[in-house]
């Protein structure tokens, strides 16, 4: 389990800097209806974010536009979201996207970036802006000198155990209030354009008082005071803290590709009765590149930003009844999830980085300490952060601040075989040790930054030999949170043997070739130096089964040869629980002992995890005090959330 370090602050001076100053904004003058707003959004160590705003107030839709700005000496743009860029003799352009950004009548438009500054750096607002070729301010800023009045009547609504929701009365200026922002210890921890009068904080520490105020700016970058501040307290933390020995912690792998051909969304989790069962939703996955980053894409193989945070999903999809609107900043199952967690406040989100197939990388990534420092880095910035790249085909993109909750590393495997393009070496075991600790420091430092916890997990191997080879578990489980181990994918159709996937204790007369259990697996952590309660065992909500399989002497096609794999709807020995419960035919085994059950039906077996089987799986976990259970992936349950109800139920003794 993480252990607490203090950890000195970073020098910030840049952020105090900004903090003092006001925020860069300036009017559009190539259309008297069009106004572009600049504000300021998170700064760190190296680098900030930023936001242009373009406000059109007239009458007709603005079809095209281009903006060009300059920075301070020091400073550059290294990312932009919303729109295309280019950079030549320290000016860039910004111009509409490939798939079009027209602002509509009477709304506004968002692009946002990253950039980053050099040592000695003390702003970073435009030093130039022109809209369309004519100046952004449309004139003198002298012209408009007075700053709008002090928002009045700031007052909390909703709060989440990370989030408040605020609100506050209209002000008033003799131009035109072009926005407000929200400030937190004189720093700008929301802003809104146009006339919103709400906002919503994230990123904030369970059951905390915050002290925020709101001030208004007008579009020649006059604001106001601050109004009267509101002191509010975040909710209880009810979901996610470190539920002790013997915990029940219920972790469940929500997968970006389900939404296509298994159409379980987001929303699925919620009415299924899934998301109140849970404690964290681990999503699958984040690709790491060639070159050791986090990163993504949308193209087969490589990502698909489109499901991430492109596709809008229509009210009858939508977690909270709304549908998705072109123009909105954050879509996707990305937005999902974090409607997911507004409705359900105790719930955590980590990103889970790897896979089967996206673990190639990994071993290059935590050869050195600068490959690490830059792989942990990319990713912090891209998830915790929430700086999304542009992406053609992904639509809008927007921020992901506040979405996820921690990272969760699926590498698959140190010092292993895995999937066959991967990278392994013998040297992976000391170097996931150091990138597992590169990733706590990084985390310790943005908690200390802004105030708000990020978990720390990660998948763990079966194989005693896997597990021998490729982890220092003792020197690991320091700086963890808790792990998940596999508790699956024993046995499947690349052996020519049908057997238990999925078994608690060794099976008599096991053929092999490699004999397993979850029992042997959880004792070679425990014997290495884990905590049970660290230890959160893995189960499958789906099945892996064999054709052509003969009877055998106790008629019931366990441990008998086969043809092979039998057929799945999406690959061939593999089928969802959903579907594997509703076959006909077939006869019901079980080895109760084991928490092991199969379908046979005198020619196909299938092994599987069903409602029973879940509820044994528990109770063993439950007398070897382990942490908790996670499922891959939710998925396969049915539309009742049946094998995720088994499991809640078993955990709360029921």
């Known amino acids: 389990m993480k252990t607490p370090r203090i950890r000195p602050a970073a020098a910030m001076a840049l952020a105090a800097a900004l903090a003092m100053s006001p925020l860069y904004a300036a009017p559009a003058a190539a259309a008297a209806d069009v106004t572009v707003v600049y504000t300021e959004g998170q700064t760190w160590e190296t680098g900030y974010s930023g936001q242009f705003t373009i406000i059109n107030e007239g009458d007709t839709a603005l079809q095209d536009w281009t903006i060009e700005f300059s920075l301070p000496d020091g400073t550059a743009v290294s990312s932009m979201w919303n729109a295309d860029v280019a950079e030549s003799g320290g000016t860039y352009t910004v111009t509409p996207p490939s798939w079009g950004a027209p602002v509509p009548a009477g709304g506004s438009y968002g692009i946002g970036f990253n950039g980053s500054f050099s040592a000695?750096?003390?702003?970073?607002?435009?030093a130039t802006c022109t809209i369309d070729g004519a100046p952004c301010s449309g004139g003198s800023p002298s012209e408009d000198t007075a700053a709008p009045s002090a928002p009045a009547g700031l007052r909390s609504g909703a709060q989440t155990a990370d989030s408040v929701t605020l609100s506050w009365d209209a002000a008033s200026d003799d131009v035109g209030v072009a926005g407000y922002e929200v400030l937190r210890g004189g720093e700008v921890a929301a802003s809104?354009?146009?006339?919103?009068?709400?906002?919503?904080?994230?990123?904030?520490?369970?059951?905390?008082?915050?002290?925020?105020?709101?001030?208004?700016?007008?579009?020649?970058g006059n604001r106001s005071a601050a109004g009267d501040p509101v002191t509010v307290r975040t909710s209880p933390d009810d979901g996610g803290g470190d539920p002790g020995p013997g915990g029940d912690r219920r972790v469940g792998y929500f997968t970006q590709w389900g939404i296509y051909a298994r159409d379980y969304l987001v929303q699925d989790v919620d009415t299924s009765g899934t998301a109140e069962k849970l404690t964290h939703v681990n999503y699958a996955f984040g690709n790491v590149s060639a070159d050791g980053q986090c990163f993504m894409a949308n193209q087969p193989g490589e990502g698909d930003a489109y499901a991430d945070y492109g596709r809008?999903?229509?009210?009858?999809?939508?977690?909270?009844?709304?549908?998705?609107?072109?123009?909105?900043?954050?879509?996707?199952?990305?937005?999902?999830?974090?409607?997911?967690?507004?409705?359900?406040?105790?719930?955590?989100?980590?990103?889970?980085?790897?896979?089967?197939?996206?673990?190639?990388?990994?071993?290059?990534?935590?050869?050195?300490?600068?490959?690490?420092?830059?792989?942990?880095?990319?990713?912090?910035?891209?998830?915790?952060?929430?700086?999304?790249?542009?992406?053609?085909?992904?639509?809008?993109?927007?921020?992901?601040?506040?979405?996820?909750?921690?990272?969760?590393?699926?590498?698959?495997?140190?010092?292993?075989?895995?999937?066959?393009?991967?990278?392994?070496r013998p040297e992976d075991k000391q170097n996931f040790t150091a990138l597992v600790q590169e990733f706590r420091d990084q985390l310790d430092a943005l908690e200390a930054e802004n105030g708000r916890q990020y978990e720390l997990s990660s998948f763990m191997a079966a194989d005693p030999e896997k597990i021998e080879a490729g982890y220092e578990v003792g020197a690991l489980m320091e700086d963890f949170d808790?792990?998940?181990?596999?508790?699956?994918?024993?046995?499947?159709?690349?052996?020519?043997?049908?057997?238990?996937?999925?078994?608690?204790?060794?099976?008599?007369?096991?053929?092999?070739?490699?004999?397993?259990?979850?029992?042997?697996?959880?004792?070679?952590?425990?014997?290495?130096?884990?905590?049970?309660?660290?230890?959160?065992m893995g189960v499958p909500f789906y099945g892996r089964g064999w054709t052509g399989v003969p009877a055998g002497p106790d008629g019931d096609g366990l441990h008998q040869s086969s043809s092979g794999a039998a057929q799945g709807p999406f690959e061939s020995g593999i089928d969802d629980y959903k579907n594997l419960k509703d076959l006909t035919g077939y006869t019901l085994h079980r080895d109760d002992e084991a928490g092991a059950a199969w379908l046979y039906n005198g020619s196909t077996f299938w092994t599987f995890d069903d409602p029973t089987a879940m509820r044994q799986k528990v109770a063993w976990a439950k007398e070897q005090g382990l942490g908790g259970i996670m499922a891959?992936?939710?998925?396969?349950d049915d539309a009742q959330g049946s094998l995720m109800a088994a499991i809640d139920g078993a955990l709360d003794g029921a």
Not at 206 to 215: G, H, K, M, W
Not at 330 to 337: P, T
Not at 512 to 523: A, K, L, M, R, V
């Open 632 to 636: 891959w992936s939710l998925d396969g």
């Open 192 to 220: 809104t354009t146009g006339t919103a009068t709400s906002a919503t904080v994230g990123g904030l520490a369970a059951d905390t008082e915050y002290t925020f105020s709101v001030r208004a700016y007008d579009a020649a």
């Open 120 to 126: 000695g750096t003390t702003a970073t607002e435009p």
């Open 312 to 424: 809008s999903f229509g009210a009858a999809e939508s977690v909270d009844g709304d549908a998705d609107t072109w123009d909105q900043p954050l879509r996707g199952n990305f937005n999902q999830l974090r409607e997911l967690k507004e409705k359900h406040p105790g719930l955590k989100v980590l990103i889970s980085l790897g896979g089967w197939t996206w673990s190639k990388n990994l071993s290059d990534a935590a050869l050195t300490a600068e490959s690490r420092e830059r792989l942990v880095s990319s990713c912090v910035d891209m998830y915790l952060r929430g700086n999304l790249p542009v992406i053609d085909g992904a639509g809008g993109t927007g921020s992901a601040a506040g979405l996820f909750d921690g990272i969760d590393l699926d590498w698959e495997w140190p010092a292993s075989a895995g999937h066959p393009d991967n990278t392994f």
């Open 482 to 536: 808790f792990v998940t181990v596999q508790g699956y994918d024993f046995h499947g159709a690349w052996e020519d043997t049908t057997n238990h996937q999925s078994n608690l204790t060794p099976i008599p007369g096991d053929p092999g070739p490699d004999t397993y259990s979850t029992q042997e697996t959880i004792q070679a952590y425990i014997d290495r130096g884990a905590d049970p309660a660290d230890l959160v």
